[in-house]
């Protein structure tokens, strides 16, 4: 199937898996046929991890990331929320406890956590805050997981995240850009981590026909 049918700025559909997703500029993909909202690598706990350590980081962003997901699932009105892993950077510290009102008050949906590297805390503790565990989260022939190194047996098609892909562009005057992006092969792709203090692991194309999505808050496009 072809690929990059723009809806707006901030939207475009991607074909994959024998599916149709809509990947946003917010770093997210929505899955209508299922009312599926997939978002990797939120990182929730890390802006207070770092004030611990006495790191600068301004009290405003702990609540920012919180407020963007509100404002998304107020949009999409999903049905469930499938977090593919290191949802949380820390052992439990008070944005835990934010985190775990936030989803009480404002999420409806079913909410399910794919295990990442970084889901440390015990299983009690993801359970009594709502959540559904699994390694392995399967929408049809699709294997939502969080580490594409760890593919399971019988999947056909997978989507990961855990490394924040990014990509690097190139302009007039040798200047160049990072940015995130969503990397789609033939059958796996990779998301962009959600949260805001992750970083970027810059990636190139492996296969001629592998297609690179780039976003900014503003607008997502595709890479030629």
């Keep these: 199937m072809k690929f990059a049918v723009i809806l707006m700025n901030k939207e475009i559909l991607i074909p994959f898996g024998g599916t149709l997703f809509t990947a946003y500029s917010e770093g997210f993909l929505f899955h209508p046929e299922t009312g599926s909202l997939i978002i990797s690598d939120c990182h929730f706990g890390k802006t207070t991890h770092f004030r611990k350590h006495a790191l600068p980081i301004p009290e405003l962003a702990i609540q920012r990331d919180f407020l963007r997901l509100k404002d998304i699932a ?11 892993g290191d949802l949380f ?3 439990v510290n008070r944005e835990w406890d934010i985190l775990s009102e936030f989803l009480y008050t404002h999420i409806k949906a079913t909410i399910i956590l794919v295990m990442g590297n970084h ?5 009690k503790i993801y359970k009594e805050a709502g959540f559904e565990l699994t390694d392995c989260y399967l929408l049809g022939e699709i294997a939502c997981i969080h580490d594409q190194n760890e593919v399971p047996n019988q999947a056909v098609f997978t989507i990961s995240g855990h490394i924040h892909p990014g990509y690097r562009l190139s302009g ?8 995130p992006c969503f990397y ?4 796996h792709m990779i ?13 190139e194309k492996k296969e001629k026909n592998d297609r690179v999505v780039c976003f900014t808050p503003e607008r997502i496009f595709e890479v030629n």
């Design 74 to 84: 107020d949009h999409l009105q999903p049905g469930r929320i499938i977090f593919l």
């Design 89 to 91: 950077h820390s052992g």
């Design 119 to 123: 889901d440390i805390l015990p299983h």
């Design 172 to 179: 007039i005057g040798r200047q160049k850009l990072a940015l």
């Design 184 to 187: 789609v092969g033939s059958n």
């Design 191 to 203: 998301m962009p981590a959600f949260g805001s203090l992750t970083g970027l692991s810059i990636i």
